[in-house]
């Protein structure tokens, strides 16, 4: 991808906040050009740090939308009906929106938007800092398979992708979305729990990052189950069959499936809040 290739399309975030951000660094770390990357910032101390970053333009709302031939959403669902209130009727039905919003069906968009004009909903996370992102996408109003290659191409160099029937993508939100918080919990928990054996908590985040990492590379290379792998480390009456004990008298098992639960059930609010 070289700069000046017509064939690259200009991508243009629209509010450049946590996940707009880790977007536009993916991209550029992807090689895509930054003449043909736009962002917009509420805030004029956002906006100079981005450019300042990134070398990137930033620009108003309305210039993106003159400019880019994609819009990303990057604001919170609560500030998309503002967002598309501003814009929406300057958007053409040649130009392509990509929902980055928890909860927000494509619908949201396609009600606020000129008749024909495609919406792609992606629910992305924030492990795209390091090119781990797990990322799913969606066909919304009148995205064809055009569109959804170039919402692929965007968001593969960022990580893994998957392509998902929307009616799926609140669970996704509460799975993938979410899911680097609740990993950050554990690792938090347990470096904690190192600090009460008496380790030095230096020590205790080497242990406990090195062997997520670990695990985590086994349950994506080895192919085999959890339960296999959680079987190969439990040795009859030895220190993991307690451990597991502990846990499951604690509840964590369903207070795993409460959370997940109740995650999706706050993306479905936030659409109707969002109204
Ligand atoms: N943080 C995360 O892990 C994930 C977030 N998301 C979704 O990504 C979106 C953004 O989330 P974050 O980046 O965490 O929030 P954020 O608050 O860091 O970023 C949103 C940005 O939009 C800006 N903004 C709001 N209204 C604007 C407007 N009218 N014009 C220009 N800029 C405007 C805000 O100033 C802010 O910088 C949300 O819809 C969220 O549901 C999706 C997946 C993961
Ligand atoms: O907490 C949230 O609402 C956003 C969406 C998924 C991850 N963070």
Known sequence: M?????????????????????????????????????????????????????????????????????????????????????????????????????????????????????????????????????????????????????????FAPLGTTIQVPESQQDAVTALSGSGPAYFYLLVEAMIDAGVLLGLPRATAHELIVQTAIGSATMLRDSGEHPVKLREAVTSPAGTTSVALRELENHGVRAALLAALEAARNRAQELAAQSE
């Open 2 to 154: 070289t700069s000046g290739d017509s064939a690259v399309s200009t991508v243009a975030v629209l509010g450049a906040g946590k996940m707009g951000e880790l977007v536009l660094s993916g991209l550029l770390r992807a090689g895509w050009p930054v003449d043909r990357l736009l962002v917009t910032a509420r805030r004029p101390e956002r906006a100079a740090e981005l450019a300042t970053r990134y070398g990137v333009r930033v620009v108003d709302n309305l210039t993106a939308v003159a400019d880019a031939d994609v819009l990303a959403v990057g604001v919170k669902p609560q500030d998309a009906a503002a967002l598309l209130d501003e814009i929406g009727p300057k958007i053409s039905a040649d130009q392509l929106v990509i929902s980055l919003c928890a909860g927000l069906p494509s619908s949201f968009f396609g009600r606020r938007l000129v008749d024909g004009t495609p919406v792609v909903r992606v629910m992305t996370n924030t492990p795209a800092r390091v090119d781990q992102a797990m990322t799913a996408i969606s066909a919304g109003p009148h995205a064809t398979e055009a569109h959804l290659a170039l919402a692929e191409a965007m």
